[in-house]
């Protein structure tokens, strides 16, 4: 099964686009539709309340395994503009970029979009993408001309994701849910999609970030019952275990999550947001389907606190959200300045060794001194988040620590560091 974001400004012709390529489904901020009429499944997902809703636009495409960029003949918008930028920043490598409402324009118009598209992608991960001339116009002396050229493209597409979906299916079980509800007499459904390894009925799973085991009743996938499903298969699973009011949209059947409310993201400013990242500036956190507001405690670039990182600057964003996240190593975390004619400013992946290491420090830890030290006892302890003392890592000595005490004015050597 693939699954595609169907992408563009609320007048690109997305949504009649999407309705052109399969059967509505579920219908929220999202619209599915669903083409399993061949042997290979796709699942369309339309960013329906974009642009007034960034997470509509963020949970189509981290549903997806491919892109289609819909833009009209009138030309480029801030929010197609917004739309590259994003895809961009989550590292699409498969995608389209549909000409819409072909049939209202002329060639060389068109020609001209097409030039202009090339030009504004170069450099980007959508510099490659093939870009189609299309219509969804019944009634046009052309009627949907285009649309089998962009199916046929989108087949070929499917075919060089398929290895990397199967690549997965060995990892261990992770499915992000997008929809739930209650089903009398069944109790609680999910919808989501599989992004890694294999679930079966009959499983017991985590549920992250609340960190619970729930026991998998039933699955299904396109309304048929099925015993097992694997990497990139849309599903509807029963669940056991659980109360609705526990769920939130990109919540996480898992094995195992990390989860932490305080992040240090190694990321790159987008060349595009002209303010930059300012130390104590609030934004709006994507990860997955998971999402809240932050704020920026620090920015660090080349090793040194900094007040604000630029555009197209790499840099490590401190922030702290209001409430526990659940993610792996590999996912990328996507920031956004609500405020800003051009929201998405960064996206990178959280430096899980920053973070284990500040979360190991702050607890005290038992201490062994260098005979330089000499001016505590051995096997003492000491809490670098105590107030009478300040704790730093030297990095000349990877594993070497330093603690400076305002009542015994000197610098103690520690080795405690395999001790974490």
Known sequence: MTNIAVIGDEKSGRSSLASKLGKKGTDSDITLYNDDRHERKYVFIDSKSY?????????ALNLADMVV????????????????????????????????????????????????????????????WDIIALNTNKDAPNAFEGVDTLKDRIHE??????????????????????????????????LGRVL????????KIGLYPVDKKVDIRSIQTHDIDVKAASTGARVGVGLKGLLERELERGFLLSDSE???SEFDIRCRVSAFAKNGIKKDDSLNMFVGLQSDSVRVNK?????????KAGPGQECIVTVEAGKKIAYSPDDLFLLAHLSETQR?????????????????????VPARFSPRAGCLPAGSSFSPAAPSGLFSFDPAAPRSFFYFSPAAPRFFFLSAYNKF
Request: with cysteine.
């Open 51 to 59: 642009p007034k809703s960034l997470k509509s636009l963020t949970a």
């Open 69 to 128: 960029l819909c833009v009209t003949p009138q030309g480029l918008t801030a929010h197609t503009g917004e739309c590259i930028i994003a895809a961009d920043l989550l590292g699409f490598r498969h995608g389209i970029i549909a000409i819409t409402m072909a049939d209202t324009s002329y060639g060389a118009v068109i020609d001209d979009l097409k030039a202009k598209l090339k030009k504004i992608t170069a450099g980007t991960t959508l510099e490659n």
């Open 157 to 190: 597409l499917a075919d060089q994701i398929e290895p990397d979906l199967r690549a997965k299916d060995e990892l261990p079980p992770r499915v992000v849910i997008d929809h739930f509800f209650n089903v009398t007499g069944i109790g609680i459904v999910i």
């Open 196 to 203: 890694q390894g294999t679930i079966h009925t009959h499983d």
């Open 258 to 260: 990390k989860m932490s």
């Open 299 to 307: 920015i660090t670039v080349n090793g040194s606190e900094v007040e």
């Open 344 to 364: 998405f400013v960064a996206a990178g992946k959280a430096d899980w060794n920053r973070q284990a290491l500040r979360k190991k420090i702050t607890q005290p």
